[in-house]
């Protein structure tokens, strides 16, 4: 779980969760981002970094 911070900090939450994958040995991560902004985009997005898969939620 993130908080949104600004993109710099969410590609960084982004690597984070590649990071962990790859020291788990997983293929696939989720990461739900909790954003305060007004025009804020929410959903879920599948993202394909590298050979891992991210599943991205935003609240």
């Known amino acids: ?3 949104w911070r600004g993109e710099r900090y ?3 939450g982004e690597q ?3 990071d962990y994958l790859n020291s788990f040995g997983l293929s ?3 990461m739900l981002s909790f ?3 007004k025009r ?7 993202l ?3 050979n ?5 939620g935003t609240v």
């Open 28 to 30: 696939t991560g989720y």
């Open 35 to 37: 954003n305060f902004n």
């Open 52 to 56: 891992k898969v991210l599943y991205e």
């Open 1 to 3: 779980m993130k908080i």
């Open 16 to 18: 984070q969760i590649i």
């Open 40 to 46: 804020k985009e929410t959903g879920v997005k599948r």
């Open 48 to 50: 394909q970094i590298g």
């Open 10 to 12: 969410y590609r960084q």
